[in-house]
Nanobody, 128 residues
Framework: QVQLVESGGGLVQAGGSLRLSCAAS??????????MGWFRQASGKDREFVAA????????LYADSVKGRATISRDNAKNTVSLQMNMLKFEDTAVYYC???????????????????WGQGTQVTVSS
């Protein structure tokens, strides 16, 4: 069974940094041809796009709210994707989800409906 497992969440002070990781597992699943995305959902709010990287790794897309503070990267050999978040703000507090969109080698979808696989999420709490 294919799984995406996030890690790296926690409690951090405003202005600090976190690195979130997502590991894909499953006998036949490789993320190499999938666009990978990070989304987040704050309490009482809809799930929103944060960042995406194409299957090739050559294209990235960021939400305006994190642009300049976030870096998404992937390692297809290790079947992992990461999100480095710097200069964290209180409003970054949310559950962060990793997601995979199959056969998106050259695109970076921001619409969550394009993602067919999701992790269980990891909590990021930023104290002000």
């Amino acid at each position: 069974q294919v799984q995406l497992v996030e890690s790296g969440g926690g409690l951090v002070q405003a202005g600090g940094s976190l690195r979130l990781s997502c590991a894909a597992s499953g006998r036949t699943f490789s993320i190499s041809r999938s666009a990978m995305g990070w989304f987040r959902q704050a309490s009482g709010k809809d799930r929103e796009f944060v960042a995406a990287v194409s299957g090739s790794g050559g294209m990235t897309l960021y939400a305006d709210s994190v642009k300049g503070r976030a870096t998404i990267s992937r390692d297809n050999a290790k079947n992992t994707v990461s999100l480095q978040m710097n200069m964290l703000k209180f409003e970054d507090t949310a559950v962060y989800y990793c997601a995979a969109a199959s056969d998106r080698y050259y695109t970076t979808p921001s619409d969550r409906r394009e993602y067919g696989r999701w992790g269980q999420g990891t909590q990021v709490t930023v104290s002000s």
